[in-house]
């Protein structure tokens, strides 16, 4: 998604407006890493999803603007119960986590009563209530072998639980949920993106298949792709994740390349917000995110425990 100079030069007055209504508010904007380039450009952080709900932690401010999806923001509301938290766009939601509800939760708990529940961080409040830890795509393999348990029930992303299988001895029960986003990157894209960039690192996303995985060089989430490639004496990337994040690792890394392996890598929730929907929610502070006080408590008990391991 190139920016032309005259799409950015509009940009700037409505990241303008943008900074006056952060100031009317007494408000902090954060962006995930897949935003938009001109959205993560007005935010006061930048990161992945829990690093962004850590970042507001005592924050001073009376407002966060989560500009990432739902899941997000409810978990900077639950880390977060006195500040008001915006979603920037009211249908930014994520498959992932929608494909597991309470009914199939209590189903699958049902047939492996004596597992243990560990919920990557994609999911609802509600589902985290019900869980007994948390996990991100970061620290997913760490979680699992940290807690007494032998048999875990990983929801709801099965191409991260099985990553996290193959870095653990414990049974790993795959709950089926998936990303479709990162699951439609195929191998045949890779090998295709390794021809053009022969002498390139591939990094890609836990959340993508297995055999995905196995052709690239690491599989990282999103804070240790920058890590990475930060740290790395390599020039060349290919990127195995949605197309936000190039802007990061670019900005951060200005002597390195990076290229999308898949002109696909798109979620578009992600791209749902844009800077006319943050001015709009801050605007009329609307699309206000809460989580009732008691499903609140048990989520942030199963987050509070991976932040102890992790
Ligand atoms: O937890 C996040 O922010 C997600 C969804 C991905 C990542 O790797 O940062």
Redesign the pocket.
């Known amino acids: 998604m190139e920016v032309t100079d005259r799409a950015r030069s509009g940009f700037k007055e409505l990241q303008e407006e943008v900074l006056k209504l952060k100031r009317e508010l007494n408000a902090i904007i954060v962006a ?3 935003q938009r380039a001109e959205v993560q450009d007005i935010a006061d952080f930048t ?6 709900a850590r970042e507001c932690v005592g924050t001073r401010a009376e407002v966060i603007v989560f500009c ?1 999806v739902l899941f ?1 923001a409810e978990t900077a509301a639950i880390l977060n119960p006195d500040t008001t938290v915006l979603l920037s766009h009211r249908d930014a939601g ?1 498959p992932l986590a929608d494909t597991i509800d309470m009914d199939s939760l209590r189903e699958w708990k049902g047939r492996y009563p004596q597992a243990a529940v560990v919920a990557y ?2 999911t609802s409040a509600a589902i985290k209530a019900e869980s007994d830890i948390c996990c ?3 620290n997913g393999a760490e979680v699992v072998n940290a807690i007494p348990d032998q048999e875990i029930l990983f929801i709801p992303d099965r191409n991260l639980g099985h990553y996290v299988s193959t870095r653990t001895d414990k049974k790993v029960i795959l709950y089926p949920g998936f ?1 479709a986003t990162h699951d439609n990157l195929t191998v045949g894209e890779v090998r295709a993106a390794r021809q053009r960039y022969p002498e390139a690192r591939v990094l890609v ?3 993508c298949r297995p055999e995905v995985i196995e052709l690239a060089d690491a599989a ?6 920058l890590r990475y490639a930060k740290g790395s004496d390599a020039r060349v990337f290919l990127i195995g ?1 949605e197309e936000g994040m190039l802007y990061p690792l670019r900005k951060e890394n200005p002597d390195k390349e990076f290229h999308l392996i898949s002109d696909s890598l798109i979620c578009p929730d992600m791209k749902r917000t844009t800077l006319e929907t943050v001015i709009e929610t801050m605007r009329a502070r609307k699309n206000v995110v809460t989580v009732p006080e008691e499903i609140r408590v048990r989520a942030k008990k199963a987050i509070d425990g991976m932040l102890a391991i992790s």
Do not use: F, I, K
């Open positions: 995930h890493n897949y990161g992945d999803s829990l690093e962004l990432g997000m994520c961080v994609n991100t795509s970061a990303c996303h836990p959340e990282l989430s999103t804070s240790q792709m994740t």
